[in-house]
């Protein structure tokens, strides 16, 4: 069974400081990986899908990297923002062919003006 | 199209009572997932549908829950006798295909009382 775990579940930086939030993964045999943002009382955003194959994907600000022999994937946000402040969750779909995600507990991030 | 709907955002009902929320997916998409996130917590599995075939239903979902998408289109999520610890937040996502990436909707907050 695929265990997804994130740490630090809450996390406060001053703004301009970049910053790595971890995803770690039990089940290497993944099909993919899905970064999401989370704002208080909302749904979810998709922020970036890195497939298996890849070892990283980008958008703006964005950058997860992805390490399957080890577990583990970053989400790396550049000059973060108070704009940022979310909690961000990492999933990974059941299987080969990826249907149900199971999602870490999310770590919470606060970006001081 | 605008993305995944869901309605209503809230509801408030009295222990005991039968619910019944909605999703409206992104209209090429054929995959439907159901998620439930307790506070603090990542979103947890439910059920997912394939077109109209609900093709998975996780332990989670108990017999008074139901869930149905009679068109393969839009689908309903009810719970019946409702309890306490149904409490919730209930997300739908779609997917165009297996293992793509997942859209999620603002999800409806159910508070049991």
């Known amino acids: 069974k695929q265990e997804v775990t994130q740490i630090p579940a809450a996390l406060s930086v001053p703004e301009g400081e970049n910053l790595v939030l971890n995803c770690s993964f039990t089940d290497s045999a993944i099909y993919n990986l899905q970064w999401f943002r989370q704002d208080p009382g909302k749904g979810l955003t998709s922020l970036l899908l890195i497939q298996s194959s890849q070892r990283e994907q980008t958008s703006g600000r964005l950058n997860a990297s992805l390490d399957k022999s080890s577990g583990r994937s970053t989400l790396y946000i550049a000059a973060s923002q108070p704009g940022d402040s979310a909690t961000y969750l990492c999933a990974i779909p059941k299987g080969n062919a990826g249907n149900m995600l199971t999602f870490g507990g999310g770590t919470r991030l606060m970006v001081k003006p | 199209d605008t993305g995944v709907s869901q309605d209503p955002r809230h509801k408030i009902t009295k222990r005991g009572q039968n619910v019944t929320f909605r999703c409206d997916p992104i209209?090429?998409?054929?995959?439907l997932y159901w998620y439930r996130q307790t506070l603090g917590q990542g979103p947890e599995f439910l059920t997912y549908f394939q077109n109209e075939a609900q093709l998975e239903k996780s332990r989670l979902l108990s017999d008074r829950f139901s869930a149905e998408r009679p068109k393969g289109s839009f689908s309903t999520l009810e719970i019946q006798r409702t309890e306490q610890g149904d409490s919730a937040m209930y997300l739908c996502a779609s997917s165009l295909l297996a293992g793509a990436e997942q859209y999620f909707g603002p999800g409806t907050r159910l508070t049991v009382t």
């Open positions: 209209s090429e998409h054929n995959r």
